[in-house]
């Protein structure tokens, strides 16, 4: 949906614990999915992208899962590290419509 | 590899001074895209460029924001006047095709006094 966030979720773990961030996206007819990892004082930065015909795909230590039906998109982060402490966004696109970007989720990583 | 490159990364000027922001996309990428990111709203598009020709830019606040790509390595975003309610961070992005994810530079995080 569109990006709103005033108070983001938060989500705090232990290093070395598995993390999973949750998003859930507006359009059913979206066929593009992407996470963002976005440290302070820094850009998004690209971690994995799905495309609407996949149901999972993996990257070093991440994992992304498409669940269609329930509209619901998935980024698990394993053996987290305090490294991984940042704000995660996920994103959506139809076709040539443009990128929706979600509210965004903290991960706070303790030592 | 260089990324997507901004200037300047800080800027603080007073309300009623044009305010302008640079990028420098990736090499090859044919996409540019300017956001604007305030913890109200997130991340907005406010234009996007594709072969140095802008799209789309429904997103464009108002009349006093202008952007242009005069280059395939060069694009920036204009504020004249700028207003306070103007502070947020800009970032720039770019992408190699429309299906490509988009990568970012580190912003400029604007203040309008």
């Known amino acids: 949906g569109e990006s709103v966030g005033l108070h983001l979720p938060t989500l705090s773990v232990q290093e070395g614990d598995n993390s999973i961030i949750n998003c859930a996206y507006s359009?059913?007819?979206?066929?593009?999915f992407i996470w963002y990892k976005q440290e302070s004082g820094k850009g998004p930065q690209f971690i994995i992208d799905?495309?609407?015909?996949?149901d999972k795909r993996q990257g070093q230590r991440v994992t992304v899962l498409l669940n269609k039906t329930v509209k619901h998109l998935s980024l698990q982060i394993a053996a987290t590290q305090p490294g991984d402490s940042a704000v995660y966004f996920c994103a959506e696109k139809r076709g040539f419509q443009k990128l929706v970007f979600g509210t965004g989720t903290r991960l706070l990583v303790s030592p | 590899d260089a990324g997507v490159i901004q200037s300047p990364r800080h800027e603080v000027t007073e309300m009623g001074q044009e305010v302008t922001l640079r990028c420098k996309p990736i090499s090859g990428h044919d996409y540019l895209f300017w956001y604007r990111q305030t913890m109200m709203r997130g991340l907005e598009l406010l234009i996007y460029?594709?072969?140095?020709?802008?799209?789309?830019d429904s997103g464009m606040p108002e009349d006093r924001f202008s952007a242009k790509m005069p280059n395939a390595s060069f694009s920036t975003l204009k504020i004249q006047p700028s207003e306070p309610r103007d502070s947020a961070v800009y970032f720039c992005?770019?992408?190699?095709?429309?299906?490509?994810?988009?990568?970012f530079g580190d912003g400029t995080r604007l203040s309008i006094l």
């Open positions: 460029f594709n072969n140095n020709v802008p799209i789309d």
């Open positions: 359009n059913s007819a979206s066929d593009y």
């Open positions: 992005a770019s992408s190699s095709d429309w299906s490509q994810p988009q990568h």
């Open positions: 799905i495309r609407s015909n996949m």
